[in-house]
């Protein structure tokens, strides 16, 4: 959901630290892949093997990396060192998410005491509770709920049918996608003599910094006693999983439907791939990226590096393993003929010495 | 959801191509199973085993296979070559999918420049966007937001609280259950040197077409800059998540909880089990059968057949290699073996000639 | 979401039925983990490494087992066999869920010929359908929709934007997270000769037991034709997948992102680890624990004692397994010892006694 705003080929080169190769007087009004480009739109180029689909497409301009020289003059380009980032960066300008204008549609629930800030949305069927905080910029989609004592930062996007209990606490600039629901119980119980089980207190909550965003209907549970974290920039992908208590640190990226156990621990900067399992009490070191369904045990220390499999190894490790294993029933026919061959050898053994014992 | 219709067996019969043994004129009023029918319901039978259990049941009338000839002519039988698929063509009848008279609910919050069809039911605490526009008999149920610039086709059925981001668009026919999220963006960003991550921009959308059918809370991202596609009358689980620019087929069936990256394809017909992982860029081809719990890289082309395992076999392959897997300690117990008799070998050859070396 | 009252440490220790150590009249008003108790909370040690971080804390008494005998006489104990116990059970009395006053919101959209029973609070923008039934003092949070036909029993509490689809039925004192959704079509369909599926008719239903609490986003599916059943004081985590016939027996727990295919059975007190699968008309026995990431193939039965992998083997034969594999590097490299000393021994012979072919 983004609004479109217009742009000279100058004033976006300018924006990237890039150069401008032909008529940078262009007005360029959205970005677009090569194949679909029109004549007022803007496409970038990273592999070689595209440039000539490139430069035959209709894109206005091209951004392109440094050492691209393409013999045709006809294209305005742009070059810069990471075409592909200078894409995002340009895309960040023409193409801005929506921002409604300041208004608190009538049908929204808003209790007295909550507390809501300046040019703040609040579309239809939205609940905020008791002594919220909705800070300034927000925009609040149709049918979101947030509980009693909340605390949204600034500028915020919380899209339709986002669910935020009580108490728990969003930075600025943070985007919840659609059906994310925050702060729900953790899933702790403690069995008495009948295995009857009760809930091991849930009452902490759950604290998610400046500039994450969240995708669509994944659920990140309230701490029990203390604190869910999610670190600053962090990006998570739609159908996660996150537990009661587990801190997941700065820029931390995570795939969809993964799934981590209580008080996990993700340090700054790992990437963790789709389908991931990781056990309560584990930690994932900075630098460590975890590869798309990769099970982590239980209190598990994954240092940096590529990690793979269930449970997870360094990638060289599974993939030796993986090889060998593909070559086991080549094994076990070598195996057969090595016991021909010794039934061969006690054979011809016996026959010119006779039984030794 | 449904409601209930009365027809002959006579009627039901030419529906689906019958032959009536016993009184065509009595009246069935819905489907049931063997166990649980009552004497105005009708249930099938396909294993010649259930067939005692069929003719003692209190069912009005039995759905069998042509080749059954009971010997009790007290029951009344439908004779059809696909039992099943005639009992799923009779409840069709039977049980068509519930349908609310036209209207539209006080508390429905309906944009001014949305285009709402003929006989069309909207429910409590809906949303109808800018420039939507909503197909002759389509029913939307308390909650479903519609963003603005959707086209929602004829006879949809959208359960409560779905949420259709801006700009996608849906068929005719097609059915959403409860908390499914289309167009939500995609998950893509691009590092700066700083490791933070900018958007790679998500601004596509997403194409359902005719007779799609998708399980509760399944999230469909819109594509980055082209489309997601859900084929026709393709078939698709709870919790199910389809990336950015993906193509699914017509009539892919896909199980819960699975995983589809960015820009794989699926192509017609192809089946797809539950909790599947699918890298980005993977191509599935008609006729692939891909077994629950799979794995299948990314750029991985998968050819017709039945596949299994992390990462996808063919299910022989998988099969033979975990029939080695499971011999594997056998295995080592004839490698230990075999020393043991080289090891005599050996020994008994320096006995009798010495150490050659 | 929970409330707060105060009890002396005399009423609590009474209340958990364990002996005090130092001043019983000290009035507690809420639990807290050790780290963060302030001086007029309870916290729990049942770890003798933690017990001196504990007698050094704030907290105003500790719950410890009946042998710790700390020589710090200044802190106020409350002893027990099973202090985690009695801080779930203290903390029961001393953080009770929330309870907002009865009330209707005059945003919800109620049927006229729904019953609803005393001391029922509904909140904002929730819907309740035609003869639906809500028990006395439950709690129906945002924007939650109860379809035509349902039973809610007495003490529930319904988080926001929850589904409950027609005619399914909870028991008494049930708790269902935020964005759940109960009751949607399972997914089975049978192809006609040209591919095209048609539903294999859903019209059966769920019934919920008593005490059962399931995470948010989960989604459990109506019987196809008879119903899918969860039993007394069950416990199901986010993300879980139920579909359609499944029977769940009581106590058991399941945790996040597990999916249980059609008709599969789960016996009383199972536990079921995290994303687990399970194919359908499969059995998972009382006793049985299964490990996270399990693949249950249809139709098994497995059995008490504690499983793993994929396909699920006995843990103890999973682990074995596992060794044997990690081993197979070695293995191979005993196989190329043994063939050259085969070799040498062959060469030996023929050396010595020529060819005897």
Same mark, same amino acid.
């Given at each position: 959901?983004?609004?479109?705003?217009?742009?000279?080929?100058?004033?976006?080169?300018?924006?990237?630290?890039?150069?401008?190769?032909?008529?940078?007087?262009?007005?360029?009004? @959205?970005?677009?892949?090569?194949?679909?480009?029109?004549?007022?739109?803007?496409?970038?180029?990273?592999?070689?093997?595209?440039?000539?689909?490139?430069?035959?497409?209709?894109?206005?301009?091209?951004?392109?990396?440094?050492?691209?020289? !393409?013999?045709?003059?006809?294209?305005?380009?742009?070059?810069?060192?990471?075409?592909?980032?200078?894409?995002?960066?340009?895309?960040?300008?023409?193409?801005?998410?929506?921002?409604?204008?300041?208004?608190?549609?009538?049908?929204?629930?808003?209790?007295?005491?909550?507390?809501? @800030?300046?040019?703040?949305? %609040?579309?239809?069927?939205?609940?905020?509770?008791?002594?919220?905080?909705?800070?300034?910029?927000? /925009?609040?989609?149709?049918?979101?709920?947030?509980?009693?004592?909340?605390? %949204?930062?600034?500028?915020?996007?919380?899209?339709?049918?986002?669910?935020?209990?009580?108490? $728990?606490?969003?930075?600025?600039?943070?985007?919840?996608?659609?059906?994310?629901?925050?702060?729900?119980?953790?899933? @702790?119980?403690? !069995?008495?003599?009948?295995?009857?089980?009760?809930?091991?207190? /849930?009452?902490?909550?759950?604290?998610?910094?400046?500039?994450?965003?969240?995708?669509?209907?994944?659920?990140?549970?309230?701490?029990?006693?203390?604190?869910?974290? +999610?670190?600053?920039?962090?990006? $998570?992908?739609?159908?996660?999983?996150?537990?009661?208590?587990?801190? +997941?640190?700065?820029?931390?990226?995570?795939?969809?439907?993964?799934? %981590?156990?209580?008080?996990?621990? %993700?340090?700054?900067?790992?990437?963790?791939?789709?389908?991931? @399992?990781?056990?309560?009490?584990?930690?994932?070191?900075?630098?460590?990226? $975890?590869?798309?369904?990769?099970?982590?045990?239980?209190?598990? $220390?994954?240092?940096?590096?590529?990690?793979?499999?269930?449970?997870?190894?360094?990638?060289?490790?599974?993939?030796?393993?993986?090889?060998?294993?593909?070559?086991?029933?080549?094994?076990?026919?070598?195996?057969?003929?090595?016991?021909?061959? +010794?039934?061969?050898?006690?054979?011809?053994?016996?026959?010119?010495?006779?039984?030794?014992?």
């Amino acid at each position: 959901m983004s609004a479109h705003k217009e742009k000279t080929v100058a004033e976006l080169a300018a924006h990237v630290g890039g150069s401008v190769a032909g008529d940078s007087s262009i007005v360029i009004s @959205g970005v677009a892949s090569i194949e679909r480009a029109s004549e007022d739109e803007i496409a970038f180029v990273e592999d070689a093997k595209m440039l000539e689909n490139a430069l035959g497409s209709r894109a206005a301009c091209l951004i392109v990396p440094e050492d691209f020289f !393409p013999e045709s003059e006809g294209k305005c380009l742009i070059r810069v060192a990471r075409p592909k980032l200078a894409f995002a960066l340009i895309a960040e300008i023409l193409h801005p998410p929506k921002r409604l204008p300041a208004s608190i549609h009538p049908t929204a629930n808003i209790a007295a005491s909550a507390q809501v @800030g300046e040019d703040v949305y %609040i579309g239809a069927h939205v609940s905020i509770g008791e002594r919220a905080n909705v800070g300034d910029g927000t /925009q609040l989609y149709h049918g979101a709920c947030v509980g009693d004592d909340v605390t %949204i930062g600034r500028d915020c996007i919380i899209h339709p049918n986002v669910v935020l209990y009580d108490g $728990i606490s969003l930075g600025d600039r943070v985007i919840l996608h659609a059906g994310v629901v925050i702060g729900a119980d953790g899933f @702790g119980y403690v !069995p008495d003599e009948n295995n009857v089980r009760h809930k091991f207190p /849930q009452i902490g909550t759950v604290i998610i910094e400046d500039e994450v965003e969240i995708g669509a209907a994944t659920c990140i549970d309230r701490g029990a006693l203390g604190e869910t974290r +999610i670190g600053r920039a962090a990006k $998570i992908d739609n159908l996660v999983q996150i537990a009661h208590n587990v801190q +997941i640190g700065a820029r931390v990226v995570i795939a969809s439907q993964t799934g %981590i156990s209580g008080s996990t621990v %993700i340090e700054d900067d790992a990437i963790i791939g789709g389908q991931v @399992g990781m056990g309560d009490h584990a930690r994932v070191q900075s630098g460590a990226i $975890i590869g798309s369904k990769a099970g982590i045990l239980p209190g598990k $220390i994954v240092r940096a590096g590529v990690w793979w499999g269930i449970p997870v190894q360094p990638l060289e490790d599974y993939k030796r393993l993986n090889a060998h294993m593909n070559r086991l029933p080549q094994l076990r026919e070598e195996v057969k003929e090595l016991r021909r061959r +010794i039934a061969e050898l006690e054979e011809r053994f016996k026959d010119e010495h006779g039984d030794s014992k």
